[in-house]
T-cell receptor
Framework: QQQVKQSPQSLIVQKGGISIINCAYENTAFDYFPWYQQFPGKGPALLIA?????SEKKEGRFTISFNKSAKQFSLHIMDSQPGDSATYFC????????????FGEGTQLTVNP | DAGITQSPRHKVTETGTPVTLRCHQT?????MYWYRQDPGHGLRLIHYSYGVKDTDKGEVSDGYSVSRSKTEDFLLTLESATSSQTSVYFC??????????????FGPGTRLTVL
């Protein structure tokens, strides 16, 4: 049972454009929602994370939007750059339950120059 | 890299052989995790540890065992490797932040091929 569904599977964006990746979750007990960025041959790196007490969090060009009632959250990459080309994973966990992360399937982002 | 190393980084083995992967951390984190990454599945939790000799199962624990005899090392063992265990294995640690919050950081991964 996939508790976190991520879309799209792949995304191609032009340099300077906005990349949007969406995730939906089922378990209402989840209280921590991170996004990870992964380059080929590397481990996932924490990019940005949000907790459900806020609806949006912004760090530089990266923004998470969170909709608790819809059980959805999304990553927006503004002014996308070729260096942003990577695989992005959303995840969710319940911090009082060992912080076991449940991941989405991943999105392969390509930013064309 | 949160002081996490994994060894070996690459391994090719044959079906039926035992395999042990090692995760080592240098920052005395209490929680450690083993995930596997497969195309179309993201990362899935195999086992995790919340202290020395304290471990619990994740969502894909069948065929795997773990041990944690000291804080810095978390070992993942495949008792009898199968081709379905061909994957990339990632270790992670949980870093505690202020206010009871935490974040997970991942190691560089081990690519395991079972022939």
């Amino acid at each position: 049972q996939q508790q976190v569904k991520q879309s799209p599977q792949s995304l191609i964006v032009q340099k300077g454009g906005i990349s949007i990746i969406n995730c939906a979750y089922e378990n209402t007990a989840f209280d921590y929602f991170p996004w990870y960025q992964q380059f080929p041959g590397k481990g996932p790196a924490l990019l940005i994370a949000i907790r459900p007490d806020v609806s949006e969090k912004k760090e530089g060009r990266f923004t998470i939007s969170f909709n608790k009632s819809a059980k959805q959250f999304s990553l927006h990459i503004m002014d996308s750059q070729p260096g942003d080309s990577a695989t992005y994973f959303c995840a969710a966990s319940k911090e009082t339950s060992g912080s076991r992360l449940t991941f989405g399937e991943g999105t392969q982002l390509t930013v064309n120059p | 890299d949160a002081g996490i190393t994994q060894s070996p980084r690459h391994k090719v083995t044959e079906t039926g052989t035992p395999v042990t992967l090692r995760c080592h951390q240098t920052e005395n984190h209490r929680y450690m995790y083993w995930y596997r990454q497969d195309p179309g599945h993201g990362l899935r939790l195999i086992h995790y540890s919340y202290g020395v000799k304290d471990t619990d199962k994740g969502e894909v624990s069948d065929g795997y065992s773990v041990s944690r005899s000291k804080t810095e090392d978390f070992l993942l063992t495949l008792e009898s490797a199968t081709s379905s265990q061909t994957s990339v294995y990632f270790c992670a640690i949980r870093e505690n932040l202020a206010g009871g919050q935490s974040e997970q950081f991942f190691g560089p991964g081990t690519r395991l091929t079972v022939l």
